[in-house]
């Protein structure tokens, strides 16, 4: 919500207002429509805003109510009766979902039994490793000031507006995202891949915007530099998703060490172009594993197998992985450039069947060299912004390396995605000492085995 509501209009004005473009919002994407080539070329991408209203819902009736949520301390005044800005609210609210994320990382790093099971679900694949817990630079800087945008949509919330925003297309590549960034939001190459490390988390939905799975299997809801750890290939567990009556099975290679990884373009046939194109995550793991035991298993080395997590893969988009791989897109979103590309593309995939409605040649629908499904050969992403910084290539490599490498650039840069549209002096900080010395743990523990997640606040 953080970003979204900080986007530029069309005509380049605009910025953080409390108000987002509702063209789309509410929209679902049918199975019966999926798969078939039945959607236009540039229809789904990022999905706009599709998706936010139930977070913005929430976050309005903290906005407007005064006695919301229940069980929390109520105040004689809501924060819009006492004058506050609903886009104020919305930028401290993203971050605090940082705060909360970073620090229901290090839980689990000290403690990772009772997070493995509902309702976190959460597998860390930096477990028992120095490297697990995360240190934060600083304390994140709230600032205030920001003004709303008056919406302008009948019958829809006071936040919906008609004006056309300006989205990054997911299905570019890495200079397409480094060129919308620059433009909307004064971002240079490093900036830029790192406010993407947010993506370590939250999921997708084919049902919003047609891209599905996740970033991060089993562990969207804690902040560390995964996202780049897999972006960059680096050795971390395979969780299965069929893993039995053990949560957070360790699955590795054939000695029982962390696997080799592998990215994977596919398709699936959503639009008449044959895309979205994803990226998806292979790790060479056992073909066979215990599901009964957390033990991490050993094979044979000729039982080694390619393997996606099935059904909660961990994914990049196209504007994602080309910070780190260079390849080329046609108009039509479909990539090209690079060895395992050249029959990737409509002319291979056989069009759709007539009685299927599926794409003809699914066997096409992976890269291929010589036959065989392969990760296609692209060079390193050497572009760099300005010309005179690394690489994102060795960005990237540098924020997989270290998740404090990454939040010492993140901060400051959610900072300045969250002040986008206003000039210097135009926004107040809160007091120094920020968001730090907050400790918010459960009111009740009982809550936590019922899934209710209700936080009582204090400052030591």
Same mark, same amino acid.
């Given at each position: 919500?953080?970003?979204?509501?900080?986007?530029?209009?069309?005509?380049?004005?605009?910025?953080?207002?409390?108000?987002?473009?509702?063209?789309?919002?509410?929209?679902?994407?049918?199975?019966?429509?999926?798969?078939?080539?039945?959607?236009?070329?540039?229809?789904?991408?990022?999905?706009?805003?599709?998706?936010?209203?139930?977070?913005?819902?929430?976050?309005?009736?903290?906005?407007?109510?005064?006695?919301?949520?229940?069980?929390?301390?109520?105040?004689?005044?809501?924060?819009?009766?006492?004058?506050?800005?609903?886009?104020?609210?919305?930028?401290?609210?993203?971050?605090?979902?940082?705060?909360?994320?970073?620090?229901?990382?290090?839980?689990?790093?000290?403690?990772?039994?009772?997070?493995?099971?509902?309702?976190?679900?959460?597998?860390?694949?930096?477990?028992?490793?120095?490297?697990?817990?995360?240190?934060?630079?600083?304390?994140?800087? %709230?600032?205030?000031? #920001?003004?709303?945008?008056?919406?302008?949509?009948?019958?829809?919330?006071?936040?919906?507006?008609?004006?056309?925003?300006?989205?990054?297309?997911?299905?570019?590549?890495?200079?397409?995202?480094?060129? %919308? %960034?620059?433009?909307?939001?004064?971002?240079?190459?490093?900036?830029?891949?790192?406010?993407?490390?947010?993506?370590?988390?939250?999921?997708?939905?084919?049902?919003?915007?047609?891209?599905?799975?996740?970033?991060?299997?089993?562990?969207?809801?804690?902040?560390?530099?995964?996202?780049?750890?897999?972006?960059?290939?680096?050795?971390?567990?395979?969780?299965?998703?069929?893993?039995?009556?053990?949560?957070?099975?360790?699955?590795?290679?054939?000695?029982?060490?962390?696997?080799?990884?592998?990215?994977?373009?596919?398709?699936?046939?959503?639009?008449?172009?044959?895309?979205?194109?994803?990226?998806?995550?292979?790790?060479?793991?056992?073909?066979?594993?215990?599901?009964?035991?957390?033990?991490?298993?050993?094979?044979?080395?000729?039982?080694?197998?390619?393997?996606?997590?099935?059904?909660?893969?961990?994914?990049?988009?196209?504007?994602?992985?080309?910070?780190?791989?260079?390849?080329?897109?046609?108009?039509?979103?479909?990539?090209?450039?690079?060895?395992?590309?050249?029959?990737?593309?409509?002319?291979?995939?056989?069009?759709?069947?007539?009685?299927?409605?599926?794409?003809?040649?699914?066997?096409?629908?992976? *890269?291929?060299?010589?036959?065989? #499904?392969?990760?296609?050969?692209?060079?390193?992403?050497?572009?760099?912004?300005?010309?005179?910084?690394?690489?994102?290539?060795?960005?990237?490599?540098?924020?997989?390396?270290?998740?404090?490498?990454?939040?010492?650039?993140?901060?400051?840069?959610?900072?300045?995605?969250?002040?986008?549209?206003?000039?210097?002096?135009?926004?107040?900080?809160?007091?120094?000492?920020?968001?730090?010395?907050?400790?918010?743990?459960? =009111?009740?523990?009982?809550?936590?085995?019922?899934?209710? *997640? =209700?936080?009582?606040?204090?400052?030591?």
């Amino acid at each position: 919500l953080g970003f979204h509501d900080c986007l530029r209009y069309a005509d380049g004005a605009g910025g953080c207002d409390g108000c987002l473009e509702w063209k789309g919002v509410g929209d679902r994407f049918g199975h019966e429509v999926l798969r078939r080539g039945l959607l236009a070329a540039d229809v789904g991408g990022d999905g706009h805003n599709n998706g936010l209203e139930f977070v913005t819902q929430a976050l309005e009736a903290i906005y407007t109510r005064a006695d919301f949520p229940r069980r929390t301390p109520w105040t004689a005044l809501s924060p819009q009766q006492s004058g506050k800005s609903r886009a104020d609210l919305w930028a401290f609210a993203t971050l605090v979902a940082v705060q909360y994320s970073l620090d229901l990382n290090n839980q689990v790093c000290a403690d990772p039994e009772p997070h493995r099971h509902w309702p976190w679900g959460q597998c860390h694949p930096r477990e028992g490793l120095e490297d697990c817990a995360v240190t934060a630079p600083r304390s994140l800087t %709230f600032t205030t000031g #920001r003004k709303d945008c008056i919406g302008d949509v009948p019958d829809k919330p006071a936040y919906a507006t008609t004006r056309e925003e300006r989205h990054p297309n997911p299905e570019s590549n890495g200079p397409g995202t480094v060129d %919308f %960034f620059k433009r909307d939001f004064g971002f240079n190459g490093r900036e830029t891949v790192a406010i993407m490390g947010a993506h370590t988390l939250g999921k997708l939905n084919p049902h919003q915007s047609l891209f599905r799975y996740t970033w991060k299997t089993n562990s969207g809801k804690l902040l560390n530099n995964g996202y780049f750890r897999n972006m960059a290939r680096r050795r971390d567990w395979y969780f299965p998703s069929d893993h039995g009556k053990v949560a957070c099975k360790h699955l590795g290679n054939d000695r029982g060490e962390r696997p080799l990884a592998r990215w994977m373009p596919h398709v699936r046939g959503d639009k008449v172009t044959g895309g979205p194109v994803q990226w998806l995550q292979e790790k060479l793991v056992c073909r066979r594993w215990n599901k009964t035991s957390i033990v991490v298993d050993t094979c044979p080395e000729a039982d080694l197998i390619w393997r996606f997590v099935n059904g909660i893969d961990e994914t990049m988009l196209p504007c994602e992985i080309g910070l780190f791989v260079h390849f080329n897109v046609s108009a039509t979103g479909i990539p090209f450039g690079c060895q395992g590309f050249e029959k990737f593309n409509m002319e291979h995939w056989g069009g759709f069947d007539p009685a299927t409605g599926f794409i003809r040649n699914h066997w096409n629908r992976w *890269t291929k060299i010589n036959g065989r #499904r392969v990760e296609p050969l692209c060079p390193s992403q050497t572009l760099a912004e300005p010309p005179s910084d690394q690489p994102l290539h060795e960005i990237v490599e540098h924020f997989a390396d270290r998740t404090e490498n990454w939040l010492e650039v993140f901060f400051p840069t959610l900072e300045k995605m969250l002040a986008n549209g206003y000039a210097d002096g135009d926004l107040q900080a809160a007091p120094a000492e920020g968001m730090s010395g907050v400790s918010c743990p459960f =009111q009740n523990e009982d809550d936590i085995r019922h899934g209710r *997640t =209700q936080y009582t606040c204090t400052r030591s």
